[in-house]
T-cell receptor, first 115, second 115 residues
Framework: AQTVTQSQPEMSVQEAETVTLSCTYD???????LFWYKQPPSRQMILVIR??????QNATENRFSVNFQKAAKSFSLKISDSQLGDTAMYFC????????????FGGGTRLMVKP | NAGVTQTPKFQVLKTGQSMTLQCAQD?????MSWYRQDPGMGLRLIHY???????DQGEVPNGYNVSRSTTEDFPLRLLSAAPSQTSVYFC??????????????FGPGTRLLVL
């Protein structure tokens, strides 16, 4: 079974600054996908960024980028130029390849962006 | 498209009562899933379906039943509610296997309180 660990229950950052959220995972699989989801106070789950394990290049989506270290089983999320709207819970998630869309989530990190 | 819809938004049950949480999508998605989110935790998979007539168990299936008679609908049934089932329930769907290109879309959630 896979496990996903987010070691930072809460973080805060000043508006316009950069913050990095940590995620580690444990798996014996070689082909898998990793995701970061954002959950604002509305509770809606929003996909932020995804990474395919067989791609060495780190994924980037505008102000969001990841640092994927496959050997270390680490998948951190960097948010640049933080905005007030980035305030939310952030969940790291793992999915095996061809696994019927079964996501395994970490416990989440609550991020507060301060003005 | 309405996307993924869930009803009701909020429900209070007494221990031992039964109810059905509704989930529907109008995007012709084959894959649908049910997750629960307990306070301070990430989402955990309850049941999932890879197409009409096909369902399987996830990480925490006990106490829940599902069926998939149509592509659009994927109801979750609680046969005899227990306080441990107090949670927020999310339905998700995707056209195919989520991963490199497909995205899972989440519904807005149903908050369930079992007294």
């Amino acid at each position: 079974a896979q496990t996903v660990t987010q070691s930072q229950p809460e973080m805060s950052v000043q508006e316009a600054e950069t913050v990095t959220l940590s995620c580690t995972y444990d798996t014996s699989e070689n082909n898998y996908y990793l995701f970061w989801y954002k959950q604002p106070p509305s509770r809606q789950m929003i996909l932020v960024i995804r990474q395919e394990a067989y791609k060495q290049q780190n994924a980037t989506e505008n102000r969001f980028s990841v640092n994927f270290q496959k050997a270390a089983k680490s998948f951190s999320l960097k948010i640049s130029d933080s905005q007030l709207g980035d305030t939310a819970m952030y969940f790291c998630a793992f999915m095996k390849h061809n696994a019927g869309n079964m996501l395994t989530f970490g416990g989440g990190t609550r991020l507060m962006v301060k003005p | 498209n309405a996307g993924v819809t869930q009803t009701p938004k909020f429900q209070v049950l007494k221990t031992g009562q039964s109810m059905t949480l509704q989930c529907a999508q109008d995007m012709n998605h084959e894959y649908m899933s049910w997750y629960r989110q307990d306070p301070g935790m990430g989402l955990r998979l309850i049941h999932y379906s890879v197409g009409a007539g096909i369902t399987d168990q996830g990480e925490v299936p006990n106490g829940y039943n599902v069926s998939r008679s149509t592509t659009e609908d994927f109801p979750l049934r609680l046969l005899s509610a227990a306080p441990s089932q107090t949670s927020v329930y999310f339905c998700a769907s995707s056209y195919g296997l989520a991963g490199a290109t497909e995205t899972q879309y989440f519904g807005p959630g149903t908050r369930l309180l079992v007294l």
